[in-house]
C-alpha cells in the first residue's frame, strides 16, 4: 500500500498543477553558515528531520545541482507529511523531482493537498 501511494505521489508530482503554498507553510530556517563545504546544506536537511547519513544519502542526489533543489523538494514533501525516510526513497526512486522549478513543485504539492493527500494520508 505504501508503494502504491509512493508511485501515485510521484505521478502525481510530476503531472500536477495547482496553486502556490499559503502564508505560514514553511520549515524552519537552517542554522547559520559553518566552515566545510556542503556543511550548510546537511544542516538544513537535519534541521528538517533527516538523519545524517540521510541528509548525506540526499545531497549525493543530483550533485550538480545547488542545495536549494534538494532542499525544496524535501521540505515540499515533508509538508505532505511524509517522513524522512519516505521523502528520500521517494527523490531516491526519482531524482527528476530534484530538476523541478521550486515554484512548480510548490504549485504540485499545494495541489496533493487540494485532492486530500495531507498528514501522510
Known sequence: AAAAMAGR?????????????GPGRALPAAPGPCSRRGCGELAALRAMGFSQEQAR??????????????????????????????ALALLERSPALLRLPTERLRERAEELRRLGLDGGR
Open 57 to 86: 544519502r540526499l545531497q549525493a542526489l543530483q550533485p550538480r545541482l545547488g542545495p536549494e533543489h534538494r532542499e525544496a523538494a524535501a521540505a515540499q514533501l515533508l509538508l505532505l507529511g511524509l517522513s524522512a525516510e519516505a
Open 9 to 21: 505521489l510521484l505521478l502525481l508530482l510530476l503531472r500536477g498543477a495547482g496553486r502556490a503554498l
